[in-house]
């Protein structure tokens, strides 16, 4: 490690760089009068920026001067915008010419903000810029925009464009005049061309569980880019982007620059200091690096691009939701001091990398060069790095110092450029952005320029905790029922951390060895074996057994509810601290069991492991959920008690609870079902899916280890022909609960309608039937949203989710262009056995599916034209390709009929009111979405879509238990929305006292309103 430069020094230098650059403009902030005027109020008022830079967003969608002018109005709407934009837009859509000269003023203002970013468009024009940019003292690495790549023909023309540009650029180059500080250091010399590549840009599938395959096609696409830059003398910067992809960019750069072929390529790599881990990660590359610079190849030295991090609000909206610790410093000092001791870190290995500082921050480049004064490297032994277009004072008082510099300038068209223009705008507009701090609210050089400090209570938990470490993922502690914490989801496995994938591999490898297992019936407390027994396979194997259960008849359903019967008035009536506190150690003992119960989906139920652990977090999410909301319910209901008087609204169980369950979500589903009967004093008979008797059956384990007195739940794995009808029918049944399918759903509430003799209660059915779910694209979507959001939806778990999409609608402008990205996509889906790691998309449940689904494929042609019809499956297994039928009357059998599987019509709408018209034909009513950048249609899609869950520009699939409580209604089912407030009150009986408390005249005052 370099040693520790004077703070004398570094404010020197610092000083020197502020003077320096004196007299130069920002020019960020002075692109016009109108844009200085809009970036200001976007700096003093946190919703008008939000609403300006969606406005950005959206602007390459704006397709006409109607259709930009409505969009003014919805974004600059009266409660967040100044009055003077309001007035304007207002004005501007109504007077005559109006929307005309408003929508050629944005793009000209928009075009103006790109334009500030973006050095070019193509090739020539990029080649033209960087030849002035040289002579005036400057070298640049190009970086091609077009970040989100989902499919293997756009990953192609990413790198074909690439391809062109590195060319284009070493074909213009040569002429260029010589400038020794910017092509030669104390090591040699330095290419004049450079370029930096996104890895995520050049395969579909670079993604922790795909990570095999997404090096391969990343390393195919790159391999001649790298070799024609070895040949010709270019250097390949590998950009570093989302945090789930760091590992996988680290290993495919070492991997490429081990490679015999590319020994003599000039390569470099970007470490993000923001990242708690990004010094261990320096450390292991600096490693590395001094092994590979020591081979006999003797290859130049990489070259490594400190930076501070540019995605830090996109990935703590990720992560904070999905409940991961933030593997980056929360405070921005915390960045600060970490990139000066990754600084020492870098420049401590001189003569083995090259180092490059990338910030606009003049403490950290002062730091950076004082550091390396007291390394004794010389000013030509590194490099400044800053972007293109901000803070061109700092480029400028580089230049005069001597130093070289180098613009990280993107090129590219609008549309992909759109994401880099807004990262640019929000750190130009952030209230940590050295930029603004300096270049537009003229701070004071020597408060910028002071040493970064720790707020105390970071410093108080550093010093507890020996100093910022890399964030792992804690199990949670059991839920104190006397005590609860706020109810917060379960996070979902965080597969970008080996661990986490490793403990995943050791569970699938562990019960690989031990499948064939058996599943008894459980009665009264006692296990039971059967005559009969039930096989489940393994869908993508049938060879395979993975479970034999006993398989009940009509006498061992005659037993379970009698006992359940007979156990339903003790357990009724213990204290509900007792009843929620099982749920709870239910939850801990699942959470502890997590991968082994999501190894058995992987095998039992064709789930993928994304699926498999996704299902697993639901199922301690309905027992942690229903846990807290039977204590809430405990409180009793709001009533009022006048003087002299004294209410109280209860509620208890109303007594035997029947729960069939459905195979798709085979622990999640039966698990709220069944929780939410047990926590409120109901005793239950589980019937468990054929399918998946072995998955279920984990939920009696966890609730058993819980506390779970033995005879209030029985366990009947057995067929639902056989024994359906008597487990609804029994005269002590009081309630059904039912997952499956409609024609199932309305015969058991048929059933249920009739009185048996010797019946107590009005036997109450609930059931979710299904659906046939519509996604709409809206003419202004962002395909980078919709095309995901639809294969997740359509394609995910091979489309057998009750809230898939089988139906997507698009407006007719966007038609052409979202079937074809979304077709692409769809070929790019890895399908194969669910146990493997890398796939994307398993097989179906079993046979009659197959062949259910098969025929639907078979006369597809009928309803539309075919696009997609995938028939490279593996030879063993229940798969069906993944289905795509275009141009599909609405009104149509396929268009109507639930298929359950992955077979996914696409509609055209000649406008946005009839794409909502459209969706709402099913008889079903169960999820929709939609995917559009207007607010004025997304609150008319909010107001219109007819489902029971509605969303907005995501997928339409993964409702999370107390976010978005799930259900539908007409034919999609009837009952309470599961994992809500509401769901619990189906299985109870509502119980109200009423006491006279007058006593001679004298009554006490003890209800709340009285005081």
Known sequence: MAPEPSERAVLELGGRLAHLGTGVKAKAYEMSRLTELLMSWAMRRPRFQAQLFRLVDVFPAMTDDAETGRHLEEYFEAESSPLPVVVATRLANRAPMGKKMAARLTRREVARMAEQFIVGSDPEEVAKQLGAMWLGGTAATIDLLGEHTYSHQEADVYAARLQELVSALLDKAPIWAERPVLEQDDLGRLPRVAVSIKPSALAPDFHPLTA??????????????????????????????????????????????????????????????????????????????????????????????????????????????????????????????????????????????????????????????????????????????????????????????????????????????????????????????????????????????????????????????????????????????????????????????????????????????????????????????????????????????????????????????????????????????????????????????????????????????????????????????????????????????????????????????????????????????????????????????????????????????GGLPEEVLSFLPGVGEEIGDALVTHPVVSGVTFTGSKAVGLHLNELGAKVSPGQREVRRVFAEMGGKNALVVDSDADLDVAVPAAIQSSFG??????????????????????????????????????????????????????????????RASEFGQVVLLREDLPSRGYFVGPTIVANVSPASEIAQTEIFGPVVVVSRASSFEESIELANTSQYALTAGVVSRSPAHISYASEELDAGNIYVNRTITGAVVGRQPFGGHKMSGFGQKAGGPDYLFQFVEPRVVTENTMRQGFAPIDSPDER
């Open 212 to 705: 095999e395959a997404g090096i391969e096609s990343a390393r195919r696409r790159l391999l001649p880019i790298l070799e024609l830059a070895a040949e010709r003398g270019a250097q390949v910067w590998f950009d570093m982007e989302r945090y789930e992809a760091k590992d996988l960019t680290f290993r495919l750069f070492k991997e490429l620059l081990d490679e015999p072929g590319l020994a003599q390529l000039h390569a470099g790599i970007v470490v993000q200091a923001y990242l708690r881990d990004s010094a261990g990660d320096l450390a292991d590359l600096m490693g590395w690096a001094e092994k590979r610079a020591s081979s006999s190849r003797r290859p130049p030295p990489v070259a490594v691009r400190l930076v501070k991090g540019a995605y830090w609000d996109t990935e703590t909206i990720v992560a904070k939701p999905a409940g991961w610790p933030s593997p980056f410093f929360a405070h921005n000092p915390e960045t600060d001091l970490n990139y000066e001791r990754c600084t020492r870190i870098l420049l401590g290995h001189h003569g083995r990398v090259r180092a490059a500082f990338g910030s606009h921050n003049l403490r950290s480049l002062a730091y950076a060069m004082a550091t390396a004064e007291a390394a004794g490297i010389p000013q030509n032994g590194y490099e400044i790095q800053l972007l293109y277009g901000m803070a061109e004072p700092v480029h400028e008082a580089v230049r005069q110092m001597g130093r070289r510099l180098r613009v990280y300038a993107p090129m590219g068209e609008l549309v992909p450029g759109m994401a880099y223009l807004v990262r640019r705008l929000l750190e130009n507009t952030s209230n940590e952005s050295f930029v603004r701090r300096r270049f537009a609210e003229g701070q004071n050089v020597a408060d910028l320029l002071v040493r970064p400090k720790l707020p105390a209570r970071v410093r108080r938990v550093n010093r507890k905790s020996g100093g910022p470490k890399p964030a792992a993922l804690a199990r949670r502690p059991v839920t104190e029922a006397g005590h609860p914490t706020g109810y917060e989801p379960e996070p979902l496995a965080e597969w970008f951390r080996p661990e986490v994938r490793q403990e995943m591999g050791d569970a699938v490898a562990e019960l690989r060895k031990g499948l064939g297992l058996f599943v008894p019936a459980r009665i009264a407390g006692r296990e039971v074996q059967t005559d009969r027994r039930i096989v489940s396979v393994d869908p993508s194997d049938p060879a395979v057994v993975v479970a034999t259960s006993a398989s009940v008849g009509l006498g061992e359903v005659e037993r379970a509810l009698v006992s359940a019967d007979r156990a339903y008035r003790d357990w009724s009536r213990r204290p509900q601290i007792e009843r929620s506190e099982v749920m709870f150690k239910a939850a801990d003992w699942l959470r502890r069991h997590r991968f082994e119960a999501a190894a058995l989906q992987l095998f039992e139920a064709g789930k993928g492991w994304s699926e498999a652990d996704g299902d697993v977090c639901e199922a301690i999410d309905y027992l942690e959920y229903y846990g807290r909301e039977g204590l809430r319910l405990a409180e009793g209901g709001k009533v009022q008690s006048p003087p002299g008087e004294n209410n109280r609204l209860t509620y208890r169980g109303r007594g035997v609870q029947v729960v069939i369950a459905p195979w798709n979500f085979p622990l999640a589903i039966p698990t709220g079902m069944t929780a939410g009967a047990l926590v409120t004093g109901n005793t239950v008979v589980l019937k468990p899916a054929e399918q998946t008797p072995a998955t279920a059956q984990l939920l009696v384990r966890a609730l058993l280890e």
């Open 797 to 858: 778990f091979a489309g057998q989710r009750c809230s898939a999409a089988s139906r997507l609608v698009a407006v007719s402008s966007i038609y052409e262009a979202f079937l074809e990205r979304f077709v692409e996509a769809a070929k790019a889906l890895r399908i194969g056995a669910p146990s493997e790691m890398s796939t994307e998309m398993g097989p179906v449940i079993d046979e009659d599916a197959l062949k259910r689904i098969s025929r639907w494929q078979e």
